[in-house]
């Protein structure tokens, strides 16, 4: 039997087929091996649902047997830490950043005093109004520290304005 030659898909080299494989996609380099089970775990656990069930307890073993693997894997790659670092230091920034647009942007433009809520469909001489009295609350109650047991009942007058 003439040998057959394919294309690896992960490193695109021409290889010799072996005859008793069929749908031989990979070379043999343990790279491309790899990879070739990397790709089929990956089809597997998109499309087995018993497989996904037993690779995700598998995992849960493995984690309770090896507790100490995240924080020792921390300490043995510094950058990781540090990446996640600062990661979560743009994921602050933004929120404050969001925190900010949505107070200035929104509650500022509500000014403190009487206000009647009424339904839009009705006819408003007919209609009795509820009144609702809006305060505003300092952003500086909502701060550490000034945290107030009594509620909001005893906001000084000032700050309502
Ligand atoms: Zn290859």
Redesign the pocket.
Known sequence: MPLRSGR??????L?VLNPRLKDQR????S??QR?RKRHWQRTKMATDADYQLNQKAAQKHWQQEHPSYWRDYRKRHPGYAEGNCRLQKQRDQRRKILAKMDTSSRINHVKAGTYYLLPCSVDLAKMDALAQKITLIPESYNQPGNSCKQGLDCLPETHAR
């Not at 690896?8 to 080299?13: F, G, K, Q």
């Not at 990979?26 to 380099?29: I, T």
């Open positions: 690896c898909v992960h490193c695109r080299c290889f990979y070379c043999g380099r790279e491309c990879a």
